[in-house]
């Protein structure tokens, strides 16, 4: 995470760029003449089904919007975009069979959402040199695919740092921590940045225990919590396991800290938790949307008024990326992979520019449910928090 005076500079810079560069979306730079109808298609692999399945709808509607808003430009060089969608369902197999399919069909594919199903066809990007960008996957290990691998979303192991330093900051008095993770990559990579930062921070971690993914019965967590007197918990998970756990802890009469990784901000959760999850604290991935007309149209085709998740603008930006490195580049992975390094984009939530590792700078919001709703926590009580 960085720090405060650093992340109200980079939202400034951040803010001010947007609207300079609201109007030149996509720039043309090179004329490649497609054929008069030629469709430049983009694959993408998300669980538009399943336990994942509102997370791979989000990044669908704003992917959508993206191919909307760059044909109705005129394209690219007069080439419409396209996308082929394959939902895995968040399942190992279907996910590296989908990339298998589609290597063979485009130059570039969109996915996925978790960070196992990622780091599975991340070396498969590799060999095969199809360019994968994910608007999803934090796990650190995905740094080591340095070729043809992206993404559009920090590494963990900046959110691990933060979380554990706020959790000191916001509550000074907790002395006994939990962490509970889900064992998958996503999981078990944050968990272990979390355990060191905190740790060499001075908290005490008391129990660190992890479940599988569709948990249903966290009777035992629960009863070790107890007796090793938890007082707050770091909850590394997806919402359906999440919601799960903090039921049944509030159904015996627990009430920890709630402290979440960002795979929790989403309404759902609080929809299947209700009071049980009032006071949680999460950070998640920078997304305040900085365009009034990206929320309107939104809103227009999807027919809501809610507030937009998150998934939405990283589906959204992602795309973009992807039509600009084409603009620049051509239809041909190698050439899109060597323009994503000159990429400086300004998102509907901020910069994407990527690093020699193909990761993005960090950028964290932090988010508290209150009155049923999340909120952001204000800059002030932060700062204000005083220290451990």
Not at 146 to 167: E, H, P, W
Not at 324 to 343: L, N, P, T
Request: proline share 3%.
């Amino acid at each position: 995470m960085t720090g405060s005076h650093e992340r109200e500079k980079y939202v400034m810079i951040a803010a001010a760029a947007f609207m300079l560069a609201s109007l030149l979306i996509l720039p043309v730079i090179f004329d490649h003449s497609y054929p008069e109808g030629k469709k430049l298609e983009v694959g993408v692999i998300l669980p538009l089904s399943g336990d994942l399945g509102h997370y791979g709808r989000d990044f669908r509607n704003g992917i959508d919007m993206a191919v909307e808003a760059v044909n109705e430009g005129g394209g690219i060089d007069g080439a419409e975009i396209s996308v082929i969608y394959i939902d895995n369902e968040g399942d190992l197999n279907r996910t590296i069979s989908a990339f298998e399919n589609l290597s063979r069909r485009v130059p570039v594919v969109i996915g996925t959402v978790s960070s196992s199903n990622t780091l599975a066809i991340a070396p498969l990007a590799e060999e095969k040199g199809v360019v994968l960008v994910s608007p999803a996957a934090t796990n650190p290990k995905l740094s080591d695919y340095k070729n043809y691998v992206f993404r559009t979303i920090s590494s963990d192991r900046y959110q691990g740092r933060g979380i554990a330093k706020l959790m000191l900051i916001l509550h000074p008095e907790v002395r006994r921590v939990a962490v509970l993770y889900i064992e998958n990559e996503y999981g078990k990579g944050l968990k272990e940045v979390i355990t060191e930062c905190y740790g060499k921070s001075g908290g005490e971690i008391v129990l660190v225990e992890g479940f599988s993914e569709g948990e249903s019965d966290f009777s035992e967590i629960i009863l070790r919590m107890k007796e090793r007197d938890v007082e707050a918990v770091f909850l590394i998970d997806h919402i359906t396991e999440a919601a799960r756990l903090i039921n049944q802890a509030a159904d015996v009469g627990l009430y920890p800290v709630w402290f979440g990784s960002d795979g929790l901000v989403n309404d759902e959760l609080i929809r299947l938790t209700g009071v049980n999850s009032e006071g949680l604290v999460a950070t998640i991935q920078s997304n305040q949307i900085l365009s009034d007309d990206f929320l309107e149209k939104y809103r227009e085709k999807f027919g809501s008024d809610d507030s937009v998740n998150w998934p939405v603008s990283y589906g959204y930006d992602t795309l973009i990326v992807i039509s600009q490195a084409i603009d620049v580049g051509g239809y041909d992975a190698e050439k899109i992979r060597d323009a994503m390094g000159d990429i400086r984009h300004i998102g509907v939530n901020g910069p994407k520019v990527f690093d020699k590792n193909g990761d993005i700078p960090p950028a964290y919001d932090v988010l508290k449910v209150h009155n049923g709703k999340w909120e952001r926590i204000k800059r002030s009580e932060i700062i204000g928090g005083g220290s451990h």
